[in-house]
């Protein structure tokens, strides 16, 4: 691992507009309008035009595309690229633009982008100096066009490639078969994406289903600028028409509905008279969005198959989730399109090398860093690490008093009242750790130039009273509790704060954007899936443990990866503080692993994992040093957590069978036996007296016929498919109990 002195980067960066020319015969009379970043704590006031900063960085994003080309570029302009935009309510606000919006201006004035032979850029323009400023200005005054004269301001979506390969992919799978699985990250644009879908393939009737009611305004709003100009119309119980209304009209028309809702119907078993239209209805496509939440539950299944049909018609099922790790084995490879962190970061930094410095549309995802700090070594304290995993116990470290004795394991003192931390001197701690002023060690809260960079966090605890006893120590805390910091609580269900969570939120990072304050928010689930909170810059994850669900890790952790345009800058970095350090590098390593279907034993996995620490370092915090992980290392740290895992539970763990991860190739076998005799025998070991390993393991064949058939939805398995499935799940299981000894045997002789 590489070590560095404490120091976070800036979460909000500048950006830089500029235009340049090259002096040869292919680009004589033509212009090139781009943007660079920026990084710079100075104010837009002391950043004037064409000065040596605005230059400096100008000509490092250019170099960056034309020295592998052998032309010299000559720089004409640069400022910051910065705007002022009028609120609904004539409030103004700064904002970022980017160089497309400049190009769009010349567009709209009549001119077009210039063709160079033998280059991959297309954003030439042949104008003026002048013309290009001209150009710049106009954006910074609003401007539709160099002349401010009214065009048509429907601006039509331009997808990006990844989701017209999502789109064209499916419409092709729609032709031969109905189900179709978008295992694609957050922002990916799964709304805009999928009704593109409906709109090409034309058709009639299509529902959307969701766990999150919330999410009806996003898809109300997307529906516009996908449909504007056609005849389709848009349905839900408060956006649109009502379904009755849509059937009776001969548009074609995208009804939204909440799952909720309809598995309260009388018609799947429910309590209530409602929703007959929708399970009458034949309905030509259903979207299922956030597809792993509750479809797997005996009731979300059934409510699903009673609105798709499949013996009735030809409905066509669109699944969109950011993490199906949980649904995946119900859809083939074909079924199935991926879209990860890994891809769209490498597509953000190998745009310019494939597209010589022409506007990168993922300029405005930001970058991830995974900070990790071993809580218990923190607090010099271990009474919190849980025997079973070896792993930071949140549950135990943030409990409450219920003022019953048998859940309390002691009597509640008199100095307490319910609902108290029972450990509220280590909580104190804690928060006092995180604003500590120190010249060694730095931590996220504890100076002002760090609370700018978090302004607006979002901390997951482990429950309802948890967050609420978090929120009354904070308040007392002298740094959370002096009035700069608005601490919201969304947990639970029926607190008044969190009736109304999303709107909660946002009201308190408007009002603490005027006053120059922070926001933190508590949660112990809701808003971590399916909605935007645009402004937060981290997250700390206080809650789970080593068994945490991949799924769940990254729903969380990508909430804070939001893209974000305010104040003039861009959102370029988000963080994620982790206070359990074993349990981060295996969500990493699951969610690389999962995520990107990697072979399960092949040899890319490492280099995968490579790929995702350059895009999303994460980085152990010790004292003031911070480590940052390579693959090797983080496998082999992981390793040993595993094999000490163990050790601890006498090998008596179900959870190890980790073929991700653990190999049975990389070890030698041959020591097997000799191992026997120095551990003895695991109690969860098959009761055989001697072992052969060739006749036990997995051949190749046998191992790629086991993922086959994994893969293969369960419904279209024969009994001799069952029946073989089954025996070579044990036999892999068998193996990995094999491979865990000599994991073990390995790292005591070597560690």
């Given at each position: ?287 299922v969005d956030e597809a792993h939440e509750g479809t797997k539950t005996s009731l979300g299944d059934e409510t699903i198959k009673a609105i798709v049909k499949e013996k009735q018609g030809n409905t066509k099922l669109l699944a969109l989730s950011g993490t199906p790790f949980n649904i995946m084995d119900e859809y083939d490879d074909n079924s199935i399109y991926t879209w990860d962190y890994i891809m769209e970061q490498e597509c953000k930094y190998e745009w310019d090398k494939q597209h010589f410095g022409d506007s990168n549309p993922y300029e405005e995802l930001p970058e991830l860093r995974i900070y990790t700090y071993n809580l218990g070594d923190l607090l010099h304290n271990s009474n919190y690490i849980t025997y079973e995993d070896k792993a930071f116990n949140f549950h135990e470290f943030f409990r409450t008093w219920t003022s019953d004795y048998k859940k309390d394991n002691a009597q509640m003192p008199p100095t307490a009242n319910i609902g108290d931390f029972v450990h509220e001197q280590d909580v104190q701690s804690f928060l006092n750790l995180m604003t500590k002023k120190d010249d060694v060690s730095s931590y996220p809260y504890s100076k002002d130039e760090y609370r700018n960079l978090f302004k607006h966090s979002l901390w997951i605890v482990p429950g309802v009273r948890e967050a609420r006893a978090l929120k009354e120590l904070m308040l007392k805390h002298p ?273």
């Amino acid at each position: 691992m590489e070590k560095n002195n404490m120091q976070f980067t800036n979460t909000f960066n500048y950006k830089v507009i500029y235009a340049f020319t090259v002096n040869d015969d292919n680009h004589r009379g033509l212009i090139k309008i781009g943007d660079a970043t920026l990084h710079s704590s100075l104010t837009p006031d002391k950043i004037p035009p064409n000065c040596s900063d605005l230059n400096q960085a100008a000509l490092k994003r250019i170099r960056a595309y034309t020295n592998t080309v052998g032309i010299t570029p000559i720089l004409l302009h640069t400022e910051l690229a910065i705007k002022t935009v009028k609120n609904k309510d004539n409030s103004v606000k700064i904002e970022a633009f980017r160089d497309y919006d400049v190009h769009r201006i010349l567009e709209n004035s009549g001119i077009k982008r210039a063709k160079i032979e033998e280059t991959t850029g297309r954003e030439w323009y042949r104008i003026t100096k002048e013309f290009a400023v001209e150009a710049i200005e106009a954006v910074k005054k609003n401007y539709a066009n160099l002349s401010n004269t009214s065009i048509n301001e429907f601006i039509p979506v331009i997808f990006r490639p990844e989701q017209k390969e999502a789109i064209e992919r499916t419409v092709k799978q729609f032709k031969k078969g109905d189900r179709m699985l978008w295992n694609a990250k957050m922002r990916f644009g799964k709304t805009l994406s999928a009704l593109e879908v409906i709109r090409i393939c034309k058709y009639k009737k299509t529902i959307i289903l969701t766990h999150r009611p919330v999410v009806n305004d996003g898809w109300y709003e997307d529906f516009g600028k996908i449909f504007y100009g056609t005849n389709y119309i848009y349905g839900s119980k408060t956006n649109g028409y009502n379904l009755e209304d849509l059937l009776e009209k001969d548009n074609n028309f995208v009804y939204f509905a909440s799952i909720q809702d309809l598995r309260g119907s009388e018609v799947i078993g429910g309590k209530f008279s409602k929703n007959h239209a929708i399970f009458d209805t034949v309905w030509d496509c259903v979207i299922v969005d956030e597809a792993h939440e509750g479809t797997k539950t005996s009731l979300g299944d059934e409510t699903i198959k009673a609105i798709v049909k499949e013996k009735q018609g030809n409905t066509k099922l669109l699944a969109l989730s950011g993490t199906p790790f949980n649904i995946m084995d119900e859809y083939d490879d074909n079924s199935i399109y991926t879209w990860d962190y890994i891809m769209e970061q490498e597509c953000k930094y190998e745009w310019d090398k494939q597209h010589f410095g022409d506007s990168n549309p993922y300029e405005e995802l930001p970058e991830l860093r995974i900070y990790t700090y071993n809580l218990g070594d923190l607090l010099h304290n271990s009474n919190y690490i849980t025997y079973e995993d070896k792993a930071f116990n949140f549950h135990e470290f943030f409990r409450t008093w219920t003022s019953d004795y048998k859940k309390d394991n002691a009597q509640m003192p008199p100095t307490a009242n319910i609902g108290d931390f029972v450990h509220e001197q280590d909580v104190q701690s804690f928060l006092n750790l995180m604003t500590k002023k120190d010249d060694v060690s730095s931590y996220p809260y504890s100076k002002d130039e760090y609370r700018n960079l978090f302004k607006h966090s979002l901390w997951i605890v482990p429950g309802v009273r948890e967050a609420r006893a978090l929120k009354e120590l904070m308040l007392k805390h002298p740094v959370f509790g002096n009035g700069q910091f608005n601490i919201v609580n969304v947990a639970g269900n029926n607190d008044e704060e969190s009736m109304d969570a999303l709107n909660s939120v946002k009201t308190a990072i408007r009002n603490a954007e005027k006053l120059d304050t922070y926001t933190i928010t508590i949660s112990c689930g809701k808003l971590t899936t399916g909605v935007t909170i645009k402004e937060w810059t981290c997250v700390f994850m206080l809650s789970g443990s080593f068994s945490t669900s991949a799924a769940n890790y990254l729903q969380t952790i990508f909430r804070v990866q939001s893209p974000c345009n305010k104040d003039g800058k861009i959102k370029t970095t988000a963080y994620v503080f982790d206070f359990a350090p074993d349990r981060t590098l295996k969500m990493v390593s699951e969610a690389v692993s999962v995520s990107t279907k990697a072979g399960k034993s092949g040899s890319d996995d490492k280099k995968i994992l490579g790929k995702f620490l350059n895009y999303c370092p994460v980085i152990s915090v010790t004292g003031s040093q911070m480590e940052e992980y390579k693959a090797d290392k983080l496998l082999q740290q992981l390793k040993r957590a595993y094999a000490d895992k163990v050790v601890r539970n006498g090998f008596d763990d179900n959870n190890l069978y980790n073929d991700e991860l653990l190999k049975l190739q990389d070890v030698d076998i041959q020591k097997f036996n000799d191992l026997k005799g120095i551990i003895g025998k695991s109690k969860a070991a098959p009761k055989q007296n001697e072992i052969v390993i060739n006749e036990q393991g997995l051949t190749n064949e046998q191992y790629e016929e086991l993922e086959r058939m994994k893969k293969k939805p369960k419904r279209e398995l024969t009994e001799e498919e069952k029946a073989k499935l089954e025996e070579l799940k044990k036999k892999k299981k068998f193996v990995m109990m094999l491979f865990l000894y000599c994991v073990v045997f390995l790292f005591v002789c070597h560690f």
